[in-house]
């Protein structure tokens, strides 16, 4: 059976530790516990650091997809219309999402710091400086970064979208009369719908995996307004408060599972409502 | 026709042109700091990562970030590839991850992808909504439970608790399935008239029709693993085995000398295979954003 290898493995290191994280967010030890009903989860909301935590998450995904979608939309439209030198252009668009965020890192170090060169800008123009990694300022330059690091992989499937729409429906559009941003609207836009969809649930899941981007900005204790879900999970994890890790975890799949479900279920009602 | 005008379209070039450059300004500079000799960065660098306080009387000062090194030098290259061999077994630990991930995962995603694309059984789609929710999940979601696997195994502090669950990691079955999903079924049922067994399908028609796909899904895959921290950091405690992303990571202010040639060298396989392979890249994302 071809299925069996896979299934075997993704049984092993997936399904079953997931089912077993479930379970366990509702017993009181890792081995052998007893189970408590929904004390941890009582526990996880009390705390504090879970709510900045999750605080966080939210806002940060409020603010950078729709920037990161409006953004990448626009650079899409741009790089669809007569121009020269597109390939390359498209190239240094796509590259950030190859290039390591790793390596690159030293660089936004030293631009951001209290004495780096964004501040170093800010005074000559005669404004006060800012600590940008110990300051709200810290939300700004990871959205920043995020949007560097994605915009490229939205555009990618905006373009592939962008592509699929006939010419004819401007043609037609634009002999009833209808105006550029008219043909943005009705046209354009209500074909990229199912594109739509898909990059708004990417974006909404690496948003969610910001994670790496400021652990290797800011480490494991990052300023208060970047102190992410992982980084509340991480932590748990080391100081081996399992129950309340895992009870994070299941919220967590749990708020995945309803964003995907969710947006599949308006996509299909939406290609329903086209036909 | 509609007439080209050429005026709006230089227009247009220039200000996307813009903008490229200022997004690829990070990497340039990466690249352009690497050639300065450690006494230049420590030079120049100085004052980052210290508070001077204005208002206690300290002097307004600023670091700009350098954009051409004044002594063209490939110190920090020597230093890093002749005089520290932990750079060189943090390369070597990633490459020796990343390989047998990338290879294990094509071949098994390869065989459970066909089955999910081309057989029919019970259960069959659910099971496909089943990869995908994992593959979308935050690697800390079943970071415990892993733990306990791994830990159950033996394989704490071993480099195959990264490579196991990286070869059964769910993305290359979904981006196959879709890969496969668009060949037409024309294809199979005229092979199985023709007699031929599950095996010599996939074997010599699905295989041989995919290969973009597997093309595309090694290089996002080594991209991907190439990049990976949050695995090495909880299950690797031992630094001689951790890979190369977790030591830029972990650059202090003493390396930050050798940082950026680390940094060069680390991103130029990845860049590389990207310029190599660009049109795979791109394809496999668009692919992948299609649902079959």
């Known amino acids: ?275 | 026709m509609k007439k080209l005008n050429v005026l709006p379209m230089i227009a247009l070039t220039i200000m996307l042109g813009a903008v490229a450059a200022a997004m690829l300004i990070p990497i340039l500079l990466t690249f352009t700091n690497s050639l300065m000799t450690e006494q230049e960065i420590g030079r120049n660098y100085d004052l980052i990562g210290q508070m001077t306080d204005v208002a206690a009387g300290g002097k307004d000062a600023f670091v700009n970030l350098k954009i051409l090194p004044d002594w063209l030098s490939l110190e920090q290259y020597t230093q890093l590839l002749i005089f520290s061999p932990k750079y060189l077994r943090m390369f070597w630990n990633s490459a020796a991850m990343v390989v047998p991930i990338i290879a294990g995962q094509t071949v098994i995603a390869a065989l459970a992808s066909y089955a999910l694309a081309k057989l029919r059984f019970w259960g069959r789609d659910k099971l496909f909504m089943l990869y995908i929710m994992t593959m979308l999940m935050p690697f800390q979601v079943t970071l415990v439970p892993n733990y306990l696997v791994v830990d159950k195994l033996g394989l704490m502090n071993h480099e195959a608790a990264i490579i196991l669950p990286g070869i059964f990691g769910a993305f290359g079955v979904f981006m196959l399935r879709q890969f496969m999903a668009h060949i037409p079924n024309a294809y199979t049922e005229a092979a199985k008239i023709d007699g031929a067994g599950q095996w010599t399908i996939f074997s010599r028609i699905i295989i041989p029709m995919v290969k973009p796909g597997l093309a595309a899904l090694i290089v996002l895959l080594f991209v991907d693993y190439w990049n990976m921290i949050e695995q090495p950091l909880i299950f690797l405690q031992d630094s001689a085995k951790q890979p190369l992303s977790l030591y830029l990571a972990q650059i202090d202010k003493e390396a930050r000398g050798i940082g950026f040639a680390a940094s060069v060298l680390y991103m130029t396989p990845l860049v590389l295979l990207f310029l190599y392979a660009e049109s795979y890249f791109i394809e496999g994302i668009q692919l992948s954003g299609i649902k079959g």
């Open chain 1, 1 to 275: 059976m071809f299925l069996a290898p896979s299934l075997i493995g993704f049984a092993m290191f997936y399904l079953i530790p997931f089912a077993m994280g479930i379970y366990e967010s509702f017993t009181d030890n890792a081995i052998g516990g007893t189970f408590v009903g929904l004390d941890n989860y009582k526990e996880l909301l009390a705390s504090g650091s879970f709510r900045k935590a999750a605080s966080n998450m939210f806002l940060f995904t409020g603010i950078s997809v729709p920037l990161l979608i409006a953004l990448s939309l626009f650079l899409a439209i741009l790089l669809n219309r007569p121009l020269f030198l597109r390939n390359w252009l498209r190239t240094a668009f796509i590259l950030p999402l190859v290039v390591p965020v790793a390596s690159i890192v030293m660089i936004w170090q030293i631009f951001f710091d209290w004495n780096g060169t964004l501040n170093a800008w800010l005074h000559h123009y005669g404004m006060a400086r800012v600590d940008w990694l110990q300051s709200d300022g810290s939300m700004g330059v990871l959205v920043v970064m995020y949007i560097w690091k994605n915009i490229g992989y939205n555009m990618i499937l905006f373009l592939a979208g962008l592509q699929t729409i006939p010419q004819d429906y401007y043609e037609t559009a634009r002999i009833e009369g209808a105006g550029r941003v008219r043909q943005l609207f009705h046209v354009t836009l209500v074909y990229l719908t199912p594109t739509m969809f898909f990059v708004l649930l990417i974006s909404i899941i690496n948003s969610f995996k910001v994670f790496r981007e400021t652990y290797l900005l800011a480490g494991d204790y990052p300023y208060d307004r970047i102190y992410m879900m992982q980084h509340f999970m991480n932590n748990m994890f080391f100081s081996l408060d399992i129950q309340k890790l895992t009870a994070a975890a299941t919220l967590m799949v749990g708020c995945i599972v309803i964003v995907v479900t969710g947006l599949l279920r308006v996509e299909r009602r939406f290609r329903e409502f086209m036909e």
